[in-house]
């Protein structure tokens, strides 16, 4: 049977796994009924968290991991697919529970597949990856909540984050005014490059709230979680909307009602892996529409299977800035 190169995790007695690039045949791989020559993954959070163990992200071992892929067609019984056609793949908790992106060959069920728009290839998604993918998810989560450039400007924390590089990108692309907050001030040019407005100092944000602020944005794109997210909804004007993602700064968060009964706060959860294939379809034709990749290949650099641990290890670290693509042929 023909053999291909994948990275896998095996279980140990301590948290972190033991990873390893191995010859791997398809009867390795979860079931589905396409089967994808994979050009591209991306190291993301939730990879990161996976393959140096500091989350409990990985239940089976052993297990492929990488989130999302991008390739092209191999087999498949699925009508919607055919051979030699682009295809992205993300969520379904594929590399958590179904093996994943980081492998040359991926197996997947057709409905967890989106086909490349027109004006991506394979590596071009992946410079979006799920984390693109999510943070147009968040714009797209604004723009239906009918929060327009007018109304004021928008807060994007954890800017200098992979989601939120693409939030503040697509942001200020459609018009609005972006103030990104971060905690690196070597990110400060970057996310001005991105289009951001305003650069403001995560340390503002980690401070106890009041209930009720002076307001100062219309609405906001948060990554972070925590006391950044409980101190930003007090500040954000009547009617405003919270798209809020991630947990990088911490799961817990205490706020009161007050912003959500006085000032209509609607604070929205936007999880990519959940998302119907409707509305993933629709973020990624108005990502591959809206925002050229020539704008992320500056911050975006590309490593291989042999770079996983280490550069995982930096992005747990907060030490890796903009997109990390995995070249998984090479
Ligand atoms: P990155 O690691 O690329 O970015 C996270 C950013 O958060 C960092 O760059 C940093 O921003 C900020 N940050 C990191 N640690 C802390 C901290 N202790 N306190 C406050 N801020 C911190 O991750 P991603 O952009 O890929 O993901 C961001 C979040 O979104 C993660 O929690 C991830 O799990 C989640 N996510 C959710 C998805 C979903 O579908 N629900 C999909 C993808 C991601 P800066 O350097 O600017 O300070």
Redesign the pocket.
């Known amino acids: 049977m023909a053999t291909f190169r994948a990275l896998r995790l095996h279980k140990t007695d301590s948290p972190a796994p033991d990873v390893k690039i191995e010859q791997l045949t398809t009867g390795d791989l979860s079931t589905g009924n396409v089967l994808i020559s994979n050009e591209f993954s991306s190291l ?3 990879d ?1 968290l996976a393959v140096t163990g500091k989350g409990k992200i990985i239940r089976d071992f052993p297990m492929v991991p990488g989130i999302d892929a991008a390739g092209v067609v191999l087999e498949s019984d699925d009508p919607n697919y055919h051979p030699g056609e682009h295809v992205i793949l993300t ?1 379904h908790g594929v590399g958590e529970t179904h093996t994943g992106g980081m492998s040359e060959q991926v197996r997947v069920p057709g409905s967890y597949l989106v086909r490349t728009p027109q004006a991506l290839d394979s590596r071009k998604a992946m410079q979006f990856g ?2 693109g993918l ?1 943070g147009m998810l968040c714009v797209l989560a604004l723009l239906d909540s009918d929060l327009k450039p007018s109304d004021g400007p928008i807060a994007v ?8 590089g693409i939030a503040t990108t697509v942001l200020s692309t459609l018009g609005y005014e972006v103030h990104a ?4 001030e070597s ?1 400060h040019d970057r996310l001005k490059e991105l289009g951001a407005s305003e650069i403001l100092e ?1 340390a503002d944000f ?1 401070r106890d709230p009041k209930p009720l602020e002076s307001t100062r944005f219309a609405g906001a794109i948060d ?4 006391q ?1 997210l409980a101190t930003l909804i007090p500040q954000i004007i009547y009617n405003g909307v919270i798209a809020a ?6 799961f817990q968060f205490s706020t009161t009602v007050f912003p959500f009964i006085l000032r209509n706060i609607r604070l929205q959860g ?4 959940h998302a119907p294939s409707e509305t993933r379809e629709r973020a990624w034709q108005l990502l591959s529409e809206n925002v050229t990749t020539d704008q992320l290949d500056a911050s975006t650099r590309t490593i291989d299977l042999e770079n996983v641990v280490g550069t995982a290890e930096q ?1 747990i670290n ?1 030490q ?1 800035s903009g997109r990390v693509l995995i070249d998984v042929q090479a």
Do not use: C, F, P, Q
């Open positions: 993301n959070y939730k990161a969520g799920t984390g999510t924390s954890g800017a200098g984050g992979g989601v939120g907050i971060t905690g690196r990110e995560r980690t990554t972070v979680g925590g950044v993602t991630g947990n990088a700064g911490g936007v999880d990519s892996v992005l907060n890796v």
